[in-house]
């Protein structure tokens, strides 16, 4: 696992970076699900959103480990 | 016997009924937003602690201020303060990183980056202006304790930014999963009822049953509902994806209802001046509105298909109404043709004319709410409509100076003192001359803040000296702390008592100061304690005794304001200016109305002003308008142009010979696209474009003519005393 990455000769640890690309995938992802109105049909839509970004999150988390 | 005690079970039953109903209705709500605030300031405490952050505290405060009962309204505040807060870093960065060996300078920057973060806070609306208020004070609260010491610089900025993001993350994640309150509600609530208020001021005005007071405070209101839309609708972006979605149609929505609100108060004058003196146009007109009763709906339509039927219904009285002013117009008294007269052929075009035009925008209006209630997705509007926002730049400005001043004087005080709290001072004083910069009423807003706070440092040094020291777990500390947080909470929930609420909680949490380990060091609770309450007593001095913005001199300034719009309607481009006009207009009403609570005479002043301002300006839009879309000949284009900047004199400086002079040109305007209209050249399209400029033109010269209306009080007051023009 790559703890962390060399930018600019800064040492950025690698699970904030991945964070940091759950937060733009999570903000095309809701754009996209709000404009085709999937969010009407959930029960708890914050919840929803939560646990996507925890799977996206984790998901990622995953590919670094295996990385 | 029996049957009696079963019906008092039951009527206890209905009774207790009601009672649940009740409280679900008004204490629930406001409970469950306590417990929501505790159980995020308590999360944000101990995860703060887990991930080892020096300052737990920072993030438990970052609760309590981004904590609002709506969720969307959390997320936009705290993307402002995230915002706010890299920036006030970094100017704290140059600050300390350019000033570090010189207090003296380092203070005066500081005081200065305040200022100027203040004036952008009072140039600014909702959060925009609250995220000029941190970066402001944020610079203080990093830079003045690395001032003291700057080598720690670096890390007491990353460790508040981080404590800042968990507090953020915290509010925002508890408040939008435990019982969401969406913002969707109360934007769908606001346009519904603004639907029923808008449709009860048609009808008070056309049955003339309400005095002019209070059709002036239904204006107001409506005026209040505009812009709680507009700020609603720009929090909403954040919360909700489908809102997002919708947000062209929604500011459609508002500024389709401004144009059929003035419309419809343009139409509304017009027949109040041709109806005073039983003029033969005001009796056709009185007729042809009685036929049409039941203009529309009495209560908002509930549903997307009641809003659609309603707009087919308006859309059939169109054309009723274009029928009905045939058939009058055939029977118009002859022998009145022409001509200024009050109850003339022209007036009743006019009249017409403008009816027409409201019921047109009625109609897009109804449709455009009628496809945001409705399921299906509609396609945005293709025309993309902004919301202005207008500010004094003088009174944001003094308040900017204002700040500077506090901070001067606070500064000298610490360095004339040498008091070890005076850091502490001047950041407090930094903080409250920015917080309350912009608030209705700056000096009671302190005094509630100073009580907040003073009840936030005895609870606090009891709890920290007598209760912490026996508890030994953290769950121990949260368990205690809840009923303490709990009280401040309960006070936040109730709009009167919310300052004096926040001021507990915040300084509650700031000298309980909870780490893990706990450190306890009386002496300093002490010492910052009465440092934050002196430097909260400076800013609160100064705000009482400087410049007032509130008082008669900011009102001068609004009503100035108010006037310079149509100014702007006459000389900026057309492009798009009636939207700006219109939202612009009501943005600084708005303003004063809330800020400054004027007494009720003042009020009408204003309101009469901003009636009169939104009529001329409409009308001058329009003219310029028609002028932009036909060639027309260059007399007349001449002569209305002449028209139009005669009557940005004449509100410029009111006064009688300048309303002689807007009033000939009015006329001669009028007299040459009348005759332009004759030409036999004219094709449709264009008669239709001179109709309208005719119209336009009309109104303008019988509102200038209008004996009742503050024009003319204002003009009168000013031949007689020329110095005194408002």
């Keep these: 696992m790559i703890r962390e990455i060399p930018m600019l000769d800064a040492l950025v640890p690698s699970l904030l970076l991945s964070f940091l690309a759950s937060i733009a995938f999570q903000v095309v992802t809701d754009r996209v699900l709000g404009r085709l109105g999937i969010y009407r049909h959930v029960w708890h839509p914050t919840l929803f959103r939560l646990c996507l970004f925890v799977c996206t999150f984790g998901a990622f988390g995953l590919a670094l480990l295996r990385g | ?726």
């Design chain 2, 1 to 726: 016997m029996s049957t009696t005690a079963a019906d008092t079970a039951k009527g206890w039953l209905n009774a207790s009924g009601q009672e649940l109903a009740g409280w679900l209705k008004g204490d629930a709500p406001r409970l469950l937003f306590s417990l929501k605030i505790c159980l995020a300031a308590l999360l944000a405490m101990v995860l703060s602690m887990l991930l080892e952050l020096d300052q737990p505290r920072t993030a438990m405060i970052t609760v309590f201020v981004v904590m609002q009962p709506e969720t969307g309204m959390v997320l936009a505040k705290s993307l402002y303060r995230i915002a706010a807060t890299v920036v006030g870093t970094l100017a704290a960065l140059v600050l300390v990183g350019a000033f570090a060996q010189q207090r003296e300078l380092f203070l005066l920057g500081l005081a200065l980056w305040i200022g100027i973060c203040t004036a952008g806070a009072a140039f600014h609306r909702n959060f925009r202006s609250y995220g000029f208020v941190l970066a402001g004070y944020t610079a203080a609260m990093i830079g003045l304790p690395s001032a003291v010491q700057p080598d720690t610089f670096f890390t007491t900025a990353v460790t508040r930014l981080s404590e800042i993001c968990l507090g953020i993350v915290c509010a925002g994640v508890v408040s939008d999963l435990i019982f969401p309150r969406p913002l969707a509600a109360a934007i769908y609530g606001n346009v519904e009822s603004r639907y029923a208020a808008f449709i009860s001021l048609v009808r008070a005005s056309l049955s003339g049953s309400a005095t002019a007071a209070q059709l002036e405070k239904m204006q107001l209101s409506l005026v209040s509902k505009v812009l709680a839309l507009e700020s609603l609708r720009s929090a909403a972006v954040l919360e909700d994806p489908e809102l997002r979605a919708r947000d062209r149609s929604l500011r459609k929505l508002n500024s389709e209802f401004m144009a059929a609100a003035t419309t419809f108060y343009s139409f509304h004058q017009l027949m109040k001046r041709l109806t005073r003196d039983q003029t033969p146009a005001g009796e056709l007109l009185q007729d042809i509105y009685r036929s049409l009763g039941g203009l529309v709906g009495a209560e908002a339509p509930g549903s997307a298909a009641a809003a659609s039927r309603t707009a087919r219904r308006i859309a059939a009285l169109r054309v009723l109404l274009a029928r009905r002013a045939r058939e009058a117009e055939l029977a118009f008294p002859a022998g009145e043709g022409g001509g200024a007269a009050p109850g003339s052929l022209q007036d009743f075009r006019t009249a017409l004319h403008l009816l027409n035009r409201f019921l047109r925008e009625m109609h897009g209006y109804t449709r455009s709410y009628a496809a945001l209630g409705g399921e299906q997705r509609v396609l945005d509007p293709q025309e993309d409509v902004r919301f202005d926002l207008r500010t004094d730049p003088v009174v944001a400005l003094v308040s900017g100076l204002r700040a500077f001043l506090a901070l001067l004087v606070a500064s000298y005080f610490w360095i004339a003192s040498g008091w070890a709290g005076g850091a502490s001072m001047v950041m407090n004083a930094g903080i409250v001359s920015a917080l309350f910069a912009a608030a209705p009423d700056p000096p009671a807003a302190v005094r509630r803040m100073v009580t907040g706070f003073s009840a936030g440092l005895v609870a606090a040094v009891l709890f920290k000296f007598l209760v912490v020291p026996s508890l030994d777990t953290v769950l121990l500390l949260c368990v205690a702390m809840f009923p303490v947080l709990m009280l401040g909470a309960h006070l936040v929930s109730r709009p009167k008592q919310a300052a004096i609420g926040h001021g507990f909680l915040i300084f509650f949490s700031y000298i309980t100061s909870p780490t893990n380990p706990m450190t306890f060091n009386a002496t300093d609770a002490v010492n910052e304690g009465i440092a934050t309450l002196i430097g909260i007593a400076v800013a609160g001095v100064v705000f009482a005794t400087l410049a007032p913005v509130n008082g008669a001199w900011g009102r001068k300034r609004v009503l100035r304001q108010l006037r310079r719009q149509v100014e702007a309607a006459c000389f900026e481009p057309v492009a798009g200016l009636r939207e700006r006009f219109e939202s612009g207009t009501r943005d600084l009403l708005h303003k004063q109305v809330v800020t400054a609570q004027p007494d009720d005479h003042q009020q009408r002043l204003l309101v009469g002003w901003f009636l009169s301002v939104l009529e001329i300006g409409h009308a001058v839009i329009q003219l310029r308008q028609v002028l932009h879309d036909v060639a027309a000949p260059a007399e007349l284009e001449a002569a209305v142009k002449g028209a139009v900047s005669a009557l940005a004199g004449l509100y410029r400086r009111p006064g009688r010979e300048h309303r002689e002079a807007a009033l000939q040109q009015v006329a001669l305007a009028l007299r040459l696209a009348t005759q332009t209209a004759l030409l036999p050249a004219a094709d449709d399209h264009s008669s239709v474009l001179y109709a309208r400029l005719r119209t336009s033109l009309h109104l303008i010269q019988s509102a200038l003519l209008d004996e009742e209306g503050v024009l003319m009080a204002t003009t009168a007051v000013s031949a007689a005393n020329p110095g005194e023009a408002i």
